[in-house]
């Protein structure tokens, strides 16, 4: 709130915002049109000046409520019995992909040219998102190419799976009935299956980074059923891999092989362009979202201690472009946009929730955000350096929990946080786990 008061109180932009039309704020003519129809004359710069800073200290106080708050309510809900919690969240993730995996299939019959799953898809898709908004079409109706389930975007159904996931092995690796554990191998392989065929990015880097953490812990516990199910769940992935790369280079549309490609060639390819070409600057989305965290950053360090203002950065960014932002396709419609529609209603995205919190909130906001998840990472660590004194199945849950935790806290890196509600729901969940009765009195008596 300091942070946004402060940059209220030298935003350089109010000519911009006061030059703009009144339409920039959706409800704002209609008040306008209340108060002139009893006799009221407002000013519109006014009008639009109060609008803003009134909406701004809102947007503060609804994210303290819903985000902090939310995480809150769920940690005073389960911090007397966390184990339920997990349980109920499995329960969760298992129902979600039932809703996930149907989706999924529709979309994997449209890429193979199928008629009747596309126009059920252009039936259906609305239902999930407002695909015509402000005049445009996104998110698109159909997706060409790229796997993206009831989600916006590809990516996005990667950032819920690095919430889903680990729930999953979790749940396999506790498992006593030889029936189920061969359900959740076909659930292993359908989920990586269906990640692998979004082709995104930063679907593709989550998974493959929680893949790294679970062999992480499998060598520090060095338990032979953990070594075993680790495996399996590593062949399950491999087998995904493969089925999703011969699917995309035999079976979709807007496939083209080229001539004698073979499998390892097919293989290159994939990584090179799914996940080598993340350290690319100019790479597929990657010119317009380094251009856009490269601005974050560079308003942050003129602004290092409060930044400019919660909400108040999108004014800032395009004199904080790079050349090669400004010549970016992509980037030049973010800017006509804003230009054309006004400040408050078109601004660019918040294309990496770190940089974001650094230029709108300075270093001091940026750390207040991040201490609390540091604080439950470094206690989530002492509870599991103290497995040999958990039963197994709570060592399993503390395990599991913090590569869901740190999938989510990375998909930040390049994303909002807010895509998902998952990173909210975890920092309630894990300061039950690490804060509940039972684990305050030992660390009491120790």
Known sequence: MLSLIMGLYTYPYYDLV????VGQIEKLPY????????????????ALGAW???RQVKGVFLETFWCFGGAYMIFCWYYNNWQQAVRITTKGVLAGLVVVFTYSAIEIFYFTGNETAKNLLVVITPYFHSVKNDGTWWPPLLWRGQLRSVFAEPSYLGIYGAFAIPFLWNSFINMRKDNYKYLYCIAFILFSFFIFLTKARTAVALFASELFLLIIFTIYLREKLFFKRTLTIMICSTLAFWGANYFINNCMMTTNIAAGSDLIAQTNKYFSENFASLASTNERSNGARYSIMLADLKIGLDNPVLGVGSNLRNAYIPHYLPDRGQKNSEVKMWIKNQREKGVLRSGFPRLGEYTVRFAENGVTGFFLFLMPSIFLILNLYKR?????????????????FSIAFIGVLTSGIGDNLNITYCYWFLLGLGYAMCFDNDGIKKDKCE
Do not use: R
């Not at 008040?31 to 710069?45: E, N, P, T, Y």
């Open 18 to 21: 006061f030059s703009s039309p």
């Open 31 to 46: 008040v306008l049109a209340f108060f002139a129809s009893h006799g009221i004359v407002v000013d519109q710069k006014f």
């Open 52 to 54: 803003m800073i009134v």
């Open 384 to 400: 599991i350096n103290k497995h040999s004194m958990l039963p197994s199945e709570d060592k399993y849950d503390y395990i599991f």
